[in-house]
């Protein structure tokens, strides 16, 4: 069965920090175009940062770059985000998506949420 699994989201006050995970099964991560996305409530899905299959080429949104790491451990079929600095309105569901040509497969989501 091909799944991206999302884990490590949770309540942190600001300036905290959190990792997120994004295990992939039924196929190879290395071969896709891994992303995460995030959505806050009324608000629309927005990209927060990528990470291509061939040379590991990372992008990030304004708003994360310079707090947020997008990496993966091909070994263990896992794409990480590593969230630091986070400020309240970092708030949100993150998603992983994984991208191939027609493919794309989402996980479920998991909550961040930021207050103190």
């Known amino acids: 069965q091909v799944q991206v699994v999302e884990s490590g989201g949770g309540s942190v006050q600001p300036g905290g920090s959190l990792r997120l995970s994004c295990a992939a099964s039924?196929?190879?991560?290395?071969?896709?175009?891994m992303s995460w996305y995030r959505q806050a409530p009324g608000k629309e899905r927005e990209l927060v940062a990528s990470i291509t299959s061939i040379g590991g080429i990372t992008n990030y949104a304004d708003s994360v770059k310079g707090r947020f790491r997008i990496s993966s451990d091909n070994a263990k079929n896992t794409v990480y985000l590593q969230m630091n600095s986070l400020k309240a309105q970092d708030t949100a569901v993150y998603y992983c998506?994984?991208?191939?040509?027609?493919?794309?497969?989402w996980g479920q989501g998991t909550q961040v949420i930021v207050s103190s």
């Open positions: 039924g196929f190879i991560l290395s071969s896709y175009f």
């Open positions: 998506n994984a991208h191939r040509g027609w493919e794309h497969y």
